[in-house]
């Protein structure tokens, strides 16, 4: 009878010894054991939604490697479309991982739309915004095959053409207004163009972010790109000081926010949630530290920003949205980043926390049956799966992934 008894002691000892951490888990509260088990299930859900989402943009690609936009016809190149899928594919990628066939055959088509006179054919179609797809397609080059010499060859030709494509003026050539460093989408020069695209925040970051990635930032470029994010940055005396807006022209439409009058009638433009997290990536990417002055306080304004909501399907035409509602996967995608940069920094933000938890939450409940997401508000193009879809994935793994 004890030898049996001894015998189940030991067996279930074994059992438990093979569940890590299970023995500890026995001395928590219930609460404690609660969460944890919450935690798990939410971990599993992300990891399912993952799966289902690139298994749908997979299915997407078409026989000759590209994603084709069936909602906008102005992206008929495929260029900016195939360009961002790209880029959430290989970051979906663990490094070390073989590259599906889904991304070789992309990457390949990417490359037939560059030639030697100019780096993309519909490089003058602004719609098909040109800037975005050139920092996509290196930093997508950044992460895949860097041993190979054409790919190298390719970064290096990409990185060139992102620099040229900076707007630095000399400082006898600059009138009162203008501020240079920045990227915009796509205008080939600083003054072609300008009024309609202007340098922006979030394509400076991503330039920042490929150019950094591909180790081929040089010095004057960094300092050019902090002195425009510099002018980007709401001062003290503007409310939301700290904050970023997406272009320094205060009244311009591409201000999502608005614009306002400060005490002295002053115009600015009012920042907003995910013009503030490409800021704060985009001083990151140019090796300000996450105690930096600009940093910290960005961070301390997040939650006194403006941010969006994901309009209601089918859309409720009694609701008011406004223009922000219209970029809800751009911006949680960019909050997902920040998140895991300031972890991956050992920084701490309770908005972020808890903005993240309710994203998370948000994308698991909207992502449709077949594995996509999309927006039903126009306006920012967030109504094409395409692009809901690859944000969506974007954000889901960067709160997925542990920061060590």
């Known amino acids: 009878m004890y030898r049996h008894c001894n015998h189940n002691r030991v067996c279930l000892l074994g059992i438990l010894l093979l569940i890590p951490g299970q023995l500890n888990a026995e001395d928590l509260t ?54 961002l899928v790209m880029f959430t594919l290989v970051e979906l990628t663990s490094a070390g991982v073989e590259q599906k066939e889904t991304i070789n055959r992309g990457l390949l088509f990417l490359k037939s739309k560059i030639n030697q006179e100019e780096i993309w054919k519909s490089v003058e179609a602004e719609s098909n915004y040109p800037l975005y797809s050139i920092c996509l397609m290196l930093a997508t080059l950044n992460q895949y095959q860097l041993e190979a010499t054409v790919n190298r060859e390719l970064r290096d030709s990409l990185s060139r053409e992102l620099l040229r494509r900076q707007r630095i003026l000399q400082a006898d050539r600059l009138s009162e207004g203008d501020v240079a460093g920045g990227w915009g989408p796509g205008s080939d020069s600083f003054q072609q163009g300008y009024a309609a695209n202007p340098a922006n925040v979030s394509v400076t970051y991503f330039a920042l972010a490929a150019l950094t990635g591909a180790q081929k930032l040089p010095l004057k470029n960094r300092f050019a790109a902090l002195d425009y994010l510099q002018h980007c940055q709401l001062p003290t005396e503007a409310t939301g000081a700290g904050g970023f807006v997406f272009t320094f022209i205060p009244d311009h439409p591409l201000n999502k926010a608005g614009s306002k009058l400060n005490q002295t009638g002053k115009l ?43 309009a209601e399907f089918p859309f409720n035409t009694k609701r008011s949205y ?21 972890r991956e920094k050992g920084v701490e933000n309770q ?31 967030e109504d094409d799966p395409l692009i809901a879809t690859a944000f969506a994935l974007q954000t889901l793994h960067h709160c997925l992934t542990p920061a060590e």
């Not at 503030?276 to 985009?282: E, K, Q, R």
């Not at 922000?324 to 300031?342: C, G, N, S």
């Open 322 to 342: 406004q223009k922000l509602d219209a970029l809800y996967f751009y911006e949680v995608a960019a909050t997902a980043r920040v998140w895991k940069q300031m």
């Open 351 to 381: 908005f972020l926390n808890s903005r993240c938890h309710e994203v998370l939450q948000t994308l698991i409940e909207k992502q449709q049956a077949d594995g996509h997401w999309e927006n039903p508000l126009p306006w920012m193009m």
């Open 30 to 83: 219930h609460d404690i054991r609660v969460e944890r088990g919450k935690f798990k299930s939410r971990q599993q859900q992300v990891s399912n939604a993952l799966l289902k989402g690139r298994r749908w943009l997979e299915q997407q690609q078409s026989d000759d490697g590209s994603w084709q936009s069936k909602t906008y016809a102005s992206l008929e190149s495929r260029v900016a479309t195939s360009a």
């Open 268 to 310: 600015y433009g009012v920042p907003y949630l995910s013009a503030s997290c490409d800021g704060i990536s985009a001083l990151l990417a140019c090796d300000v530290t996450s105690a930096d002055r600009r940093i910290q306080t960005a961070l301390t304004i997040l939650p006194q920003l403006s941010h969006s909501r994901l």
